[in-house]
Structures are given as C-alpha cells and as structure tokens.
C-alpha cells in the first residue's frame, strides 16, 4: 500500500510559479514510475506529467511542456512538479498518482495504482 500526500498548491498571479510536492509512504517508492494530473471544474482529469523510478526520463502533456518540469528525489520519497510562468486556464485540482514499472509515456493510457488527495493550484489573472 503506497500513501501519497500533495502540498505547494494555493493561489497565485498569472505569470507567478509553484511547485507542487507529493509525499510517499512506504518503501518501494522507487519502484513507482510518479506523475501529476489536474481536474478543472466541470472537465475530465487528465494527464500533466510522468517521470521514470530513476527520475532519467519524463513525460509531459503538450500542454505544459517548457513550463512545467517533474523531478524526485527518492531518497525523500517525493516527487515535484515545479510550475512556472502559470496562467489562469491551469487551475486546477492536482493530483499526484504513482503507478508501478511503466514508462513514463505510458502513463496517461493506463490505470493508475494509486491517487493521492489534490491540491488546489488557482492562478487569478
């Protein structure tokens, strides 16, 4: 059983920046590929970002590529989605998700193992 704890959301001003972090309990977070997804209000949850159990490969949605970057640190058990340059059409509810041994680009095709809670990220304009 994996826990994972979101925190870093909050409001911020377009043009502004976050970084988001996902806390994981046990000891296999290593063996977890990790990545973000955000629900807004009214829309589907989809795919942001995925990063390899060694953290050597990422994946992103078009989206948020070149403003959005995924990294861990396995020896922290956490994970990070460091947001810049943020613009109101982001906000969103995100959430971290761990899934076990898969590609990265793997990611938004498949179910995930585990969800963590959300964390609010509003961007006013």
């Known amino acids: 059983q994996v826990q994972l704890v979101e925190s870093g959301g909050g409001l911020v001003q377009a043009g502004g920046s976050l970084r988001l972090s996902c806390v994981a309990s046990?000891?296999?977070?290593?063996?977890?590929?990790m990545g973000w997804f955000r629900q807004a209000p009214g829309k589907e949850r989809e795919f942001v970002a995925a990063?390899?159990?060694?953290?050597?490969?990422?994946y992103y949605a078009d989206s948020v590529k070149g403003h959005f970057t995924v990294s861990r640190d396995n020896a922290k058990n956490t994970v990070y989605l460091q947001m810049n340059t943020l613009k109101p059409e982001v906000t969103a509810v995100y959430y971290c998700?761990?899934?076990?041994?898969?590609?990265?680009?793997?990611?938004?095709?498949?179910?995930?193992?585990?969800w963590g809670q959300g964390t609010q990220v509003t961007v006013s304009s």
């Open positions: 998700a761990a899934k076990l041994l898969i590609r990265p680009e793997l990611l938004p095709g498949r179910r995930v193992d585990y």
């Open positions: 046990g000891r296999t977070f290593k063996t977890y590929t």
């Open positions: 990063i390899s159990v060694s953290g050597s490969s990422t």
